[in-house]
C-alpha cells in the first residue's frame, strides 16, 4: 500500500490557487464585458437623443422657413388687392393666417409708408403678430415689415394717387420695396424654438400692381 507523499497537501494547496485564480479571472473578464456593455448602452442611447434633438432642430427650422414663404405670399397678395385679402384672414373658412384684429396694422406695414420698421414683436412679452399659424406642433408667428423703398436704377419715382406708399413712374421702371420678415416657431411642450429673419426685395411693379420676384 503506498504511502501519500508528504508534497501532497501542498499539490492540493496549489491546485486550490490555480482554480481561485482562473475564478477570478474569469469574474474579472464578465466584469470588464457587462462594463463594455453598459458603455454601448449608454453610448447609443446619447446617439438617438441627439439624433432626436436634430430632428427636432429641424422641425424647428422648417416651420419657421415656412412661415417666411406665407409672408411673402401675403406680401404679394396685399399688394396686387391693395388690402389683406379676406381669404387670409383668420375670419375667413378655411382661417387664414393673419388675426383679424392686426388686419388694419398689417396693411398700412405692407402698402404704406406710414408705418416704417415698426417696432412690434412676432413673438415673446408685448408681442402683436401678424402671422400666426400651426405647423406640425409647432406654433408659428410672424411680423412684416417695410424697412424702405427707392425707384428702381434708371426710372423716376411718380406716387400714384391714392395709392400711399407705392408708386409707379412713367416708364415703368418699378419701385424695390424691401420688406423685413421675421418668424419664430415654437413647440410649448418640448421647449424647442426657431427664429428666421430675413429681407425680401419685392421688385414692383405698376402695370401689373404686385411684385414681380
Not at 434633438?53 to 417666411?68: F, L, N, P, Q
Amino acid at each position: 500500500m503506498n504511502t501519500p507523499s508528504a508534497e501532497y497537501p501542498l499539490l492540493v494547496g496549489e491546485a486550490n490557487c490555480q482554480a481561485g485564480m482562473t475564478l477570478l479571472s474569469i469574474m474579472m473578464i464578465l466584469f470588464m464585458m457587462t462594463s463594455l456593455g453598459i458603455l454601448a448602452l449608454a453610448v447609443s442611447g446619447m446617439e438617438n437623443k441627439m439624433a432626436g434633438s436634430m430632428r427636432a432642430v429641424e422641425a424647428a427650422a422648417d416651420a419657421a422657413e415656412s412661415c417666411v414663404g406665407t409672408s411673402v405670399n401675403i406680401i404679394r397678395q396685399t399688394l396686387l388687392a391693395g388690402s389683406v385679402p379676406v381669404s387670409l384672414q383668420s375670419s375667413s373658412i378655411p382661417a387664414g393666417p393673419v388675426p383679424v384684429g392686426n388686419v388694419n396694422i398689417l396693411n398700412q406695414e405692407i402698402t404704406s409708408m406710414s408705418l416704417l420698421n415698426n417696432p412690434d414683436l412676432a413673438f415673446g412679452t408685448g408681442s402683436i403678430p401678424n402671422i400666426v399659424l400651426n405647423i406640425n406642433n409647432y406654433q408659428v408667428f410672424g411680423d412684416i415689415d417695410k424697412s424702405y423703398q427707392k425707384p428702381r436704377s434708371g426710372s423716376g419715382q411718380q406716387m400714384s394717387a391714392g395709392y400711399e406708399g407705392v408708386g409707379n413712374s412713367s416708364a415703368d421702371g418699378g419701385l424695390d420695396i424691401f420688406y423685413r420678415i421675421d418668424c419664430w416657431a415654437n413647440n410649448a411642450a418640448s421647449g424647442n424654438t426657431s427664429r428666421i429673419t430675413t429681407v425680401y426685395d419685392c421688385v414692383f411693379s405698376a402695370t401689373a400692381g404686385s411684385c414681380q420676384s
